[in-house]
């Protein structure tokens, strides 16, 4: 059995939100808005969802389309805000561009009609994601297999979702296949994981089995 040079260390997250004095009463101040927020916002409200959401909201996707849902009841422009994931563009920038193009498409020939303010705005957020060490590490595939399999779902997202998308002192589960323990296979297969409208507790049992797959096959 493959042991790593360096071991894998576990660690869990904890988010730190901040409320912006910026909110939107309606559809069109949500594109005004999209476009002018920091970028850590556009994160909070995309990447960051999968760390909150629960599988009863999973469905819409981001805050966004949540709020377009249930607060708005605008059931177009929820539905095509909820298929927008965020994995599949190269940066903030890029999605950012693809949420404001969403929302003038839909607002599109509606200039004539009145603005509607709802009851409950949309309240844009950023958040500091704290890395906590879990005190637990991993040597060997089998041991990291133990370790994923018992982790708080808060450690699925900081190694998976927030190291991909932004620098943390915390090691992708990917890197660490690849770099540490020389399986490139089954680090593709972890690089390759979506988590959009699904649960973390879903994508840990997806790279569950990727690992037992592995260890069935010898490659550990």
Same mark, same amino acid.
């Given at each position: 059995m493959r042991t790593a040079a360096h071991p894998f260390r576990f660690a869990g997250c904890v988010e730190l939100r901040q409320t912006l004095d910026v909110h939107a009463l309606d559809e069109r101040e949500l594109l005004?808005?999209?476009a002018e927020v920091p970028a850590a916002s556009i994160f909070f409200h995309t990447f960051g969802y999968f760390l909150r959401h629960r599988p009863f909201t999973t469905a819409y996707g981001n805050d966004?389309?949540?709020?377009? @849902?249930?607060?708005? &009841? /605008?059931?177009?422009? @929820?539905?095509?805000?909820?298929v927008v994931d965020p994995f599949a563009f190269p940066d903030l920038d890029a999605l950012r561009e693809h949420l404001v193009t969403i929302v003038q498409d839909h607002?599109? &020939?509606?200039? @004539?009609e009145g603005r509607?303010?709802?009851d409950?705005? $949309?309240?844009?957020?950023?958040?500091?994601?704290? /890395?906590v060490p879990l005190g637990l590490t991993a040597a060997t595939l089998v041991e990291f297999r133990a370790g994923l399999a018992s982790v708080d779902e808060s450690a699925?997202?900081?190694?998976?979702?927030?190291?991909?998308?932004?620098?943390?002192?915390?090691?992708? $589960?990917?890197?660490?296949l690849r770099d540490a323990l020389d399986l490139p296979a089954l680090a593709e297969r972890f690089d390759r994981i979506d988590p959009y409208l699904t649960t973390l507790e879903r994508v840990? &049992?997806?790279?569950?089995?990727?690992?037992d797959e592995a260890l069935e096959e010898g490659r550990g």
């Open positions: 005004h808005q999209l966004f389309a949540r709020w377009a @849902a249930l607060e708005v &009841g /605008d059931r177009a422009l @929820a539905e095509r805000l909820a607002l599109r &020939g509606r200039e @004539a509607v303010e709802f409950r705005a $949309f309240h844009f957020q950023r958040s500091h994601i704290v /890395d699925i997202y900081l190694h998976t979702v927030e190291t991909r998308v932004r620098e943390r002192r915390a090691e992708p $589960f990917a890197a660490w840990r &049992g997806r790279l569950l089995g990727f690992v």
